[in-house]
């Protein structure tokens, strides 16, 4: 159980840190990367998922993900009695990993504010292009039944786990993600990668904050989990 935690804790953390990080690096003013655009932020949350996966794989099973952790359980690969270490773990990764960016970027945040609070939000969490909740809720939904489905998937490349090739898979998994489908919602696809940092977006002290959006932040926390799950459910029908 230690394991567990001290795994998806930490590589939870730096997913965050480098994910929230590089969207970051690239909205926040005055920053050096400012206006790289939505194709670095789509390669480096690839990375930002592969690096630890390949640190904590053998540690946790580097899920990260709640959404994931319940599918796996569900599924039968871990038992029922490690998922709340799992999820505990992932969310204070996550909120840490938060307040790290925070820290990094303080100054490039406050210089971002006066000009649209709403960018420095979209730094820590997710936000739809347009809101319209139940199409939102479906991408989140089928955003991480594609997420899941090919990480189970995975599962059938012959060894792939053996010599790491299953660490570049999700990379270009996640990438592949991102760039189909990360306009409409963000792709959070990952109930922890989003609550996590909109809570510390929530209490942490800006000198001009933008709506943490409450009333949305349901949508990337219930839609990955019924993704995964149905993502289980076909591929137990399926394989």
């Known amino acids: 159980m230690r394991d567990i935690?001290?795994?998806?804790?930490?590589?939870?953390?730096?997913?965050?840190?480098?994910?929230?990080?590089?969207?970051a690096n690239v909205l926040s003013?005055?920053?050096?990367?400012?206006?790289?655009?939505?194709?670095?932020?789509?390669?480096?949350?690839?990375?930002?998922?592969?690096?630890?996966?390949?640190?904590f794989g053998a540690l946790s099973g580097a899920h990260f993900n709640p959404a994931l952790t319940i599918a796996l359980a569900v599924n039968g690969g871990i038992g029922w009695n490690t998922v709340p270490v799992y999820i505990l773990g992932q969310m204070l990764g996550a909120m840490l990993g938060a307040l790290m960016v925070y820290l990094l970027f303080k100054d490039h945040?406050?210089?971002?504010v006066v000009e649209d609070p709403a960018i420095v939000r979209g730094c820590f969490c997710t936000a739809p292009s347009i809101m319209n909740k139940g199409r939102n809720l479906l991408s989140e939904i089928v955003g991480t039944f594609v997420l899941v489905f090919a990480i189970l998937g995975f599962g059938n490349v012959a060894g792939a786990g053996t010599v790491g090739v299953d660490k570049f898979l999700v990379y270009g998994l996640i990438v592949s993600i991102g760039m189909s489908l990360g306009g409409l919602t963000g792709y959070a696809?990952?109930?922890?990668?989003?609550?996590?940092?909109?809570?510390?977006?929530?209490i942490l002290p800006f000198s001009k904050k933008a709506d943490p959006m409450w009333d949305y932040s349901w949508i990337p926390?219930?839609?990955?989990?019924?993704?995964?799950?149905?993502?289980?459910?076909?591929?137990g029908i399926i394989f």
Do not use: C, H
């Open 5 to 23: 935690f001290v795994g998806e804790l930490v590589g939870t953390f730096l997913l965050i840190l480098l994910g929230n990080g590089v969207v």
């Open 29 to 55: 003013n005055k920053s050096g990367m400012k206006g790289a655009g939505s194709i670095q932020i789509t390669i480096a949350w690839g990375l930002a998922v592969m690096i630890p996966a390949a640190i």
């Open 221 to 235: 926390v219930v839609g990955p989990i019924i993704g995964g799950l149905i993502a289980v459910f076909l591929y």
């Open 189 to 202: 696809i990952n109930p922890a990668r989003d609550l996590g940092p909109r809570i510390m977006y929530a």
């Open 109 to 112: 945040f406050e210089e971002t």
